[in-house]
């Protein structure tokens, strides 16, 4: 999420603008506190302390999915630089881009000089990303871009063939509408040759996910809540963090985790800046997010109902997790 102290414009990003990330947050904000039941979209979780409270659950023990991942890459991120032949890597929702360095090194031994281009919501953890990498990867060409992709998805024009990675199981916060508007956008912007590596969590122990976001040390609660400061801050609400609590459910037909806020009482909410007044009953639910989980076959299904193909599959010893490598179905012969 931007803030509108972060949205700039400079030679090397095209930044929203805060009228823009205003525009963005008021329409959500009405549109999701006045439906029943009552939602925000998962991209104003990110504001500059929900993105560090995110770094924070990542480390978490109860939080298999990115160490999991990071072990799939660790293993084939050669073959993806191989199979790929990308010169640039284009990864949606990059965050802190700490597993993005293994296929960067990877790339980078097999063809020096790519291009890197980070685009994410949150203009503070896009800007220490760059900034880290900066320092690393000296020669690294990037070309960052604040940007919401699951609303406006532009890839840029960088040299090709590209791979866009999309890791994090962050398309798993996509309702199955939103994600067939995604894949179906994804694939006419995909020129020949380009690839997507795309991570999913896979579903295992219904036990094991919810606690991937119930952590212990209530760091997940923490990050969910925030979303209300974020909307005090920018809206002039009076959201009482204390009447809220953090309700984590699985969703077995849909095979999805939500994460939501309960009203713990009665109470009316004012947001002065959208002249709302919003009232919650006892137990009622806001929900912040969904997390799907998937089967490699039902995946595969997704995909090829969009156009798209899995053409490499990737998973740990567990099945915890899933990397699979897509191609439009019109363009499976490998780059040259």
């Keep these: 999420m931007l803030t509108p102290a972060d949205a700039t414009t400079d030679g090397d990003a095209t930044l929203l603008q805060p009228a823009q990330f205003r525009a963005a947050l008021r329409s959500d904000v009405t549109r999701g506190l006045g439906a029943s039941p009552k939602w925000l979209p998962p991209r104003w979780l990110y504001d500059p302390l929900g993105s560090e409270l995110f770094e924070q659950i990542t480390q978490l023990p109860e939080y298999y999915p990115t160490r999991t991942e990071r072990a799939i890459l660790t293993q084939c991120s050669p073959a993806v630089a191989d199979i790929t032949g990308a010169r640039t890597l284009i990864e949606l929702g990059s965050g802190s881009s700490d597993k993005t360095r293994l296929l960067l090194n990877a790339l980078q031994e097999r063809l020096p000089g790519i291009t890197y281009a980070p685009v994410d919501v949150s203009a503070s953890a896009l800007a ?199 191609a439009r179905d019109d363009d499976l012969t490998p780059p040259r």
């Design 128 to 326: 220490q990303a760059v900034a880290a990498l900066s320092t690393d990867y000296p020669g690294l060409t990037m070309a960052p871009l604040v940007a919401d992709f699951t609303t406006n998805l532009a890839l840029p024009p960088l040299p090709g063939p590209r791979l866009l990675a999309f890791l994090g199981g962050t398309f798993g916060n996509l309702l199955p509408d939103e994600r067939a508007v995604f894949l179906r956008s994804l694939r006419s912007r995909l020129a020949p040759g380009d690839r997507l590596l795309l991570g999913v969590d896979l579903v295992k122990d219904p036990d094991r996910i919810r606690a991937a976001y119930d952590d212990a040390a209530g760091v997940t609660a923490s990050f969910s809540l925030n979303v209300l400061t974020m909307i005090n801050r920018e809206l002039k609400a009076d959201f009482d963090l204390d009447a809220f609590e953090h309700v984590v459910l699985w969703d077995p037909q849909n095979e999805w985790i939500e994460l939501r806020l309960r009203s713990r009482r009665e109470q009316t909410v004012v947001l002065h800046d959208l002249g709302l007044h919003v009232r919650f009953a006892p137990g009622e639910d806001l929900r912040t997010e969904i997390s799907a989980k998937f089967r490699p076959r039902r995946l595969a299904d997704e995909m090829s109902k969009t156009g798209l193909e899995v053409t490499h599959w990737w998973t740990d010893p567990d099945r915890l997790y899933g990397l699979a490598l897509v």
